[in-house]
């Protein structure tokens, strides 16, 4: 977009970052649907994967499950891809400080705390807003090795 309007300019940058002004802080209602044609010639080539991959997920979903029932985890089903593998702890912080490997916080905020939707809340959604404190993405894609995952399932037990 080519513009001399310095006050449209600013908009169209907000909107092209999902309307984010700071890391998980939306203050527009906007999306972002563009994909460049090296993402685009990548999955060519890894769609005739994904249901592989996406087994791997579930695989390595599993066995952290598995190896720390004591946690509190998404709940399991069939058809869960698990591109995020999330946990839950009150102390997120502490969790994450303990952790040998990177974790993430992918939401640290629900949509009803987000300034883009307040106009749209009608009354508080206390579980998401839990969800959003507590939630910790740990490491899961199909291309970890067998033992990077023992590796994290050691750190969760």
């Known amino acids: 977009m080519v513009t001399d309007d310095d006050e449209l300019a600013a908009d169209v940058r907000l909107r092209r970052m999902h309307g984010m002004r700071e890391q998980y802080e939306h203050v527009v209602v906007a999306g972002n649907s563009r994909m460049s044609e090296v993402e685009a010639a990548a999955l060519r ?13 579930r695989e390595i979903a599993r066995r952290y499950r598995e190896a720390a029932p004591g946690l509190r985890w998404q709940a399991p089903h069939e058809r869960h891809v698990y591109h995020l593998c999330v ?30 939707y ?10 998401a807003e839990v969800w959003a404190a507590e939630c910790v993405s740990l490491p899961c894609f199909p291309e970890m090795s067998d033992d990077e995952i023992e590796m994290v399932c050691r750190a969760l037990q």
């Open 45 to 57: 080539v890894m769609l005739p994967r994904l249901a592989e991959h996406n087994d791997r997920r």
């Open 87 to 116: 946990v839950r702890t009150s102390d997120r912080d502490r969790f994450r400080a303990a952790m040998p490997f990177d974790t993430a916080v992918h939401y640290p905020r629900a949509l009803t705390q987000q300034p883009a």
């Open 118 to 127: 307040e106009r749209f809340t009608r009354a508080p959604c206390p579980e």
